[in-house]
């Protein structure tokens, strides 16, 4: 387990970057940050044995299409769709890849298979609210053995490499960081685990932020004009609740009045200082996104829901 630059897009470029390459490799597509690993493996390493498996927003790829003799790129949770993987039974356990997991969005609040995952990521921003610019990076026996005994045809940038002599860097999961970080922001991270332990640990968090999404589901099924982007309720994000609008009269409008609607119901919650930066994200389907992590009461979710209602009242026509 070390500590690595630039969050957790850091952490996975890292990944990529190092293990890619001895073997084809599926990347698992569904939002914007799965998109771009997806683009790092075709158009900047050039993988030559790389499949894209996409899905639209709100939905996951065939993960049927999955081969275990590929290495896998993907994303628990769609931080941007608020669309999560539901279990990792598709994942084989004799499997001869490695899997490269994307838990920015879900480590803390979920339940992962560490048992099936090779590269685990996060950063410390999310689920315990901490700072960002610091990525995390969790390797398995199976990827240190990758990385001693794959030597990638590219060349790696000082930040990327993460072995020596063609033996693991060890000093990296030791503490002795690429660059020195703010001694403030470890801090800050601790203090969170800290608080995590005293709340009751990992079960607490996933409660927490599973309570937060139960909140929210309540509302939406009684809502007439608002739902979950994700399509199947098996796989709703807790941390990441992205909702859709369904009201007729904004469902009828032009795409970029869509944008300009949604962005103008963002901008009264933002006013009236009960939901800031609560739009969806600029490349995803127009409507909100709600953050359901470790770190927020669901009593102030609770707080915010009827601000939905008046804010659409609002912007509605007439």
């Known amino acids: ?142 990827a240190v053995a990758r990385l001693e005994t794959h030597k990638p045809a590219w060349p790696l940038p000082k930040v990327f490499r993460l072995t020596s002599g063609g033996k693991l860097s060890a000093g990296i999961f030791r503490g002795e960081t690429i660059n020195t970080p703010s001694m403030l922001c470890v801090e800050d991270a601790l203090d969170g685990l800290r608080w995590a332990e005293r709340i009751g640990g990992l079960p607490a968090l996933i409660a927490r932020s599973e309570a937060n999404l139960a909140a929210v589901a309540a509302w939406a099924a009684r809502s007439s004009w608002a739902d979950f982007l994700a399509a199947d309720p098996a796989t709703r994000s807790c941390t990441s609740i992205c909702l859709r609008i369904t009201a007729p009269w904004f469902t009828a409008l032009p795409d970029a009045d869509q944008a300009k609607a949604a962005k103008g119901l963002a901008s009264l919650l933002d006013k009236e200082g009960v939901g800031f930066d609560i739009a969806s994200y600029r490349d995803a389907p127009p409507g909100l996104r709600i953050w359901g992590g470790a770190t927020v009461e669901t009593a102030d979710i609770a707080a915010l829901l009827p601000w939905l209602d008046w804010a659409h009242d609002q912007v509605r026509p007439a």
């Open 1 to 142: 387990l070390g500590i690595v630059p630039a969050s957790d897009t850091g952490a996975v470029e890292m990944a990529m970057w190092s293990l890619l390459g001895a073997r084809p490799v599926d990347v698992l597509a569904f939002e914007s940050f799965s998109e771009a690993w997806a683009t790092d493996a075709v158009k900047q390493l050039k993988l030559p044995g790389a499949r894209v498996l996409s899905a639209p927003y709100g939905h996951l790829p065939d993960l049927a299409q999955v081969d275990s003799a590929h290495d896998l790129v993907l994303a628990w949770n769609g931080t941007t769709s608020g669309v999560r993987l539901p279990d990792a039974d598709w994942i084989a356990a004799d499997r001869e890849g490695l899997v490269i997991c994307d838990a920015t969005s879900a480590a803390f609040a979920m339940t992962l298979p560490y048992e099936k995952l090779d590269v685990v990521t996060w950063s410390w921003q999310k689920v315990l609210g901490g700072e960002a610019a610091h990525g995390m990076l969790a390797l398995s026996p199976r």
